[in-house]
C-alpha cells in the first residue's frame, strides 16, 4: 500500500503574486501544479488540499458589482473559490492520470466563533494595491488592509480549525484508491449552534487546515507547496540563507510573516511534532521536496 502524503497547494501557487487574477492565468499554473502532483501521485496516496486567498478576493470584489443584494459572506465565496480551483485541478489531474479517480470535496471545517482572530484580522485575501487604492476600497467597503511586502491588501479573519466534519467521506474516497482534493481554501468555516451548523464570516487558513488533515488520516508526509522555492532566513537581505533541514525547536527561535510563511512553518512545525515530516518548498518542485533533494525539511 502507498504511503499517504497530504499535499497543500498555496493560493499565490495557483495565482502567482503580480498575475492578473484572469482564468487563463490561473488555469496555466494549475497545469504546472497538476504535472507535479501526477508525479508525486505515483508514489504516494495523494490528498490535496489548496488555498484560495487571491481568488476569495476577486469574487469578494466581483460581489461588489451588483448592489442590488447584500454581497454574499466569506464562508460561501469560500465555497464558491473551493468548487471553482477544485474542479479545474481535478480535470488536469484526470487528463494526465486517465486510469486513476480524481474527486473533489467541498469540505466544511468546524471553528470557533469567538476565535481571537475575529478581531484582529491576518488572512490576506485579493490582489495587492498601492496606498491610494487601498485607502479607497477600505473607507468605501469597510475593508482592513495591512501591508503584504512592498503593497497593500485586504485582511480578513483566520479562525483555527477545529474539527473536519467531512472526513468520513475523505477517508471513503482514500480508501478507494482515488486523489482527493478536499479541504480547498482551507475548508468552509462553520461554527455550532443551536439550530446546528452555521457559516462563519472569515477564511481558514489552508496551511493548518492541511495539518490537521494530515493528523487525522495519520499520514506519513505533509507537503506544502508555495511560490517559495524553501523557508529562508532574513528573507529579502544580503544575509538570506535557506533552511534545507530543521526541527519544531529550531524553527521557534525566528519570527515569519504572519500572512505569508508564518502559518507554513507553525503547520509543518505542528505535524513534525505530531510524528510526521513535514516540507515546504516550490510548487515545480514537488517530489524533489519530498525527496529531501529541495525545500526544507522539517522532522523531531
Not at 222 to 244: F, H, N, P, S
Request: hydrophobic fraction near 45%.
Amino acid at each position: 500500500m502507498k504511503p499517504t502524503a497530504v499535499v497543500a497547494l498555496g493560493g499565490n501557487a495557483l495565482l502567482r503574486r503580480g498575475d492578473a487574477p484572469s482564468f487563463e492565468n490561473q488555469l496555466a499554473n494549475i497545469k504546472i501544479a497538476a504535472k507535479a502532483i501526477a508525479e508525486i501521485a505515483k508514489e504516494y496516496q495523494v490528498a490535496i488540499v489548496h488555498g484560495n486567498g487571491p481568488q476569495v478576493g476577486l469574487l469578494a470584489l466581483q460581489n461588489l458589482a451588483y448592489d442590488k443584494v447584500s454581497p454574499y459572506p466569506l464562508d460561501v465565496l469560500g465555497a464558491e473559490s473551493e468548487g471553482m480551483i477544485g474542479y479545474m485541478l481535478a480535470q488536469e489531474l484526470q487528463n494526465l492520470l486517465p486510469e486513476t479517480e480524481v474527486t473533489s470535496l467541498l469540505t466544511r471545517i468546524e471553528v470557533n466563533a469567538d476565535d481571537p482572530s475575529m478581531l484582529d484580522p491576518t488572512k490576506f485575501v485579493g490582489p495587492v494595491y498601492n496606498e491610494e487604492e487601498a485607502g479607497i476600497l477600505a473607507e468605501a467597503n469597510n475593508w482592513i488592509m495591512k501591508r503584504d511586502g512592498d503593497y497593500v491588501r485586504r485582511v480578513v479573519p483566520s479562525p483555527k480549525p477545529i474539527n473536519i466534519i467531512d472526513k468520513k467521506s475523505i477517508d471513503t474516497l482514500l480508501d478507494a484508491g482515488q486523489i482527493v482534493i478536499c479541504c480547498g481554501g482551507g475548508g468552509i468555516p462553520v461554527c455550532r449552534s443551536e439550530f446546528g451548523y452555521k457559516g462563519v464570516e472569515g477564511v481558514i487558513d489552508k496551511d493548518l487546515a492541511a495539518t490537521l488533515l494530515a493528523k487525522q488520516l495519520k499520514a506519513d508526509k505533509l507537503l506544502i507547496l508555495t511560490d517559495a522555492d524553501a523557508v529562508y532566513l532574513d528573507w529579502g537581505t544580503e544575509q538570506q540563507r535557506a533552511l534545507r533541514a530543521t526541527t519544531p525547536a529550531q524553527l521557534s527561535e525566528y519570527q515569519f510573516p504572519a500572512g505569508s510563511m508564518g502559518p507554513k512553518v507553525e503547520a509543518a512545525a505542528d505535524f513534525a511534532q505530531f510524528g510526521g515530516r513535514a516540507y515546504i518548498g516550490a510548487l515545480e518542485e514537488g517530489l524533489e521536496v519530498l525527496a529531501e533533494r529541495a525545500g526544507t525539511c522539517v522532522a523531531v
